[in-house]
């Protein structure tokens, strides 16, 4: 079996999870995100070298405000139980814009990653005010702040110099894409490094009922797949 070696998740359907059960929406994030540490486990387990999931994108501070304090909260929960991870190995990066957040919170994420930084296992990657148009927006800035400053030629921008400034700098391409619920798009997720990436789309199930199994069910539909990036095979 071929293992992806960056898997990517947008954890979708938690609202409608909730709204089945007659309950409210944060309901639904609240056992959203205890779906989160099984799967985590599992693809560290079977050698995914990066899993990134999509828990708060830059659009999502539209939602009502009792539903982002909600999540806010639930973040800010998980980050305190974070060091449950330490033993499994796993590396953690937060992606995305952090300084929206609190000082705290900020502080926070910069000391998670650090703790971990000396683990040698799977990259666990947290995108959290996260916008893939908002991310490349930033990495033309300090481009273009680079070559204001002389320190690099027009002609020398290529697709690596994109690539060193995004927030997965280093981290390799998204090779499987995952998204429970039905819904077939990307929402602004991670554009620039699924470019080539296999998507796949689960329309029975929503991301609080998700477990390993979904996983190895989007990894064996991965080993069908030919992928050709754009030549022939
Ligand atoms: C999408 O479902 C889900 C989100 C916008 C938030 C995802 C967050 C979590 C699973 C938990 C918090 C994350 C961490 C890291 C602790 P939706 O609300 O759009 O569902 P719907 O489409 O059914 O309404």
Known sequence: MNIPKHVAIIMDGNGRWARRRG???????????????SVVLHC???????????????????RPKDEVDGLMKLIK??????????KYNVRIRFFGDLSAFSEDMIDKMNQIEQEFSKNTGMVFGIAINYGGRDELKNAAKKIAFLVKNGELNLDEI????????????????????????????VSNFLIWQSAYAEFYFMKDILWPDFRPRHVDMAIEEYNRRNRTYGGVK
């Open 23 to 37: 309950l409210p929406r944060k309901a639904g994030h609240i056992a959203g995100a205890k779906s989160i540490k």
């Open 44 to 62: 560290n387990k079977i050698g995914v070298k990066v899993l990134t999931l999509y828990a708060f994108s830059t659009e999502n501070w539209q």
């Open 77 to 86: 929960n998980y980050l305190k139980n974070m060091r449950s991870y330490l």
């Open 158 to 185: 290529d697709e690596q110099t994109v690539e060193s400034n995004l927030y997965t700098k280093g981290l390799p391409n998204v090779d499987l894409l995952i998204r429970p619920s039905g819904e077939c798009r």
